[in-house]
């Protein structure tokens, strides 16, 4: 029986995290048990994640399997996009110069502000009365 080899990493976005196994193969990608198209739906997301491959043209070379939790589909196409990007990095040192330019391993800090005592949102002030 043949051990057979992966790389793994983790991707953050948002509130989502996403835990990712590149395995040498056809190009498959598969997230949470589905297939990328089936799960994501939109082409947009489907792009977002494909992003590392087409940047260092390694697109078909390995088959992705994504777990991911938390946050909704915009949040979690990113941590699976950072997700693959750290993994490609692990696979090959080289390419860490391409995907630091294209912003690909650089974890996305934007948050959702919380909301603050006394206020309605984050930042929004309750409607000013003069009486």
């Not at 950072?82 to 948050?111: C, F, I, N, W």
Request: hydrophobic letters at 35%; glycine letters at 10%; aromatic letters at 8%.
């Amino acid at each position: 029986m043949a051990v057979q080899q992966y790389f793994a990493a983790v991707g953050r976005r948002k509130t989502s995290v996403a835990r990712v196994r590149l395995v040498p193969g056809t190009g498959e990608i598969v997230v949470n048990g589905k297939p990328i198209d089936q799960y994501f739906g939109g082409e947009i997301w489907t792009a977002q994640v494909q992003e590392p491959f087409n940047t260092v043209n390694q697109f078909g070379r390995y088959n992705v399997d994504a777990k991911v939790i938390g946050g909704g589909r915009s949040g979690q196409a990113g941590a699976i996009r950072h997700a693959v990007a750290r993994s490609l990095l692990a696979s090959d040192d080289e390419l860490r110069s391409p995907l630091r330019k294209a912003g690909l391993l650089t974890r996305d800090a934007r948050m959702k502000e919380r909301k603050k005592y006394g206020l309605k949102r984050a930042r929004k002030a309750p409607q000013y009365t003069k009486r």
